[in-house]
């Protein structure tokens, strides 16, 4: 079924500016700038009295979808500009306890369960990663950063060759939301 014309707006927080040049659209804050390539024959991207304006014509469902991913992606962008995403993990152990520390663009996880190496995890473009204790805590303004790093020191701690269900040590997400 082809749809003629679907038209969407984000709304923008106050403090919020935007603007599109050729098809990359940039956002930005308080906290700083994001941008992004949005690209698509069928699919425009506008500025509308303070508002962002997805226009998509002659729509079929892949266009359809795909506009529903870009409001989601702007969504996202105007959040982390205006207040930015926190993630919160913590950090288990029961049988030895894990060293974590943050060197550069590395988070360096030592003595995870009792092994000799070091592992180690990413941290994803302007991400910023601080650990004290057992928790380590996430901040920045691009959702995709923030979650990739998150996942990087999730899939850092797995479990190999053990019975997970005894041996639970690893670090995981405990709570997202935004940062202030």
């Known amino acids: 079924m082809l749809i003629k014309e679907l038209i969407y707006n984000v709304e ?16 930005s804050g308080p906290r700083g700038d994001l941008s992004r390539i949005f690209k698509h024959s069928m699919i425009s991207l506008s500025e509308d009295n303070g508002n962002i304006k997805l226009v998509g014509k002659k729509l079929r469902r892949k266009e ?21 995403f926190l993630y919160e993990m913590k950090i288990v152990f029961a049988h030895f306890p894990m060293k974590v520390a943050v060197k550069g663009n590395v ?17 994803c473009g302007d991400a910023k990663v601080i650990a004290k204790g057992d928790k380590v805590t996430i901040e920045g303004n691009d ?3 923030v979650g990739q790093t998150a996942a990087n020191l999730e899939r850092a701690t797995v479990v190999k ?3 997970i269900r005894v041996f639970q040590d690893g670090i995981y997400v405990v709570s997202k939301g935004a940062a202030q």
């Open 12 to 27: 923008l927080p106050e403090g919020v500016t935007f603007s599109v040049n050729n098809h990359e659209a940039k956002l």
């Open 64 to 84: 359809k979808a795909l506009i529903g991913t870009w409001r989601a992606h702007l969504n996202n962008m105007a959040q982390g500009v205006s207040s930015g």
């Open 107 to 123: 988070v360096d996880i030592a003595n995870f369960l009792g092994e000799k190496t070091t592992r180690h995890a990413n941290i």
């Open 143 to 145: 959702i995709e950063d």
């Open 161 to 163: 060759g053990r019975d």
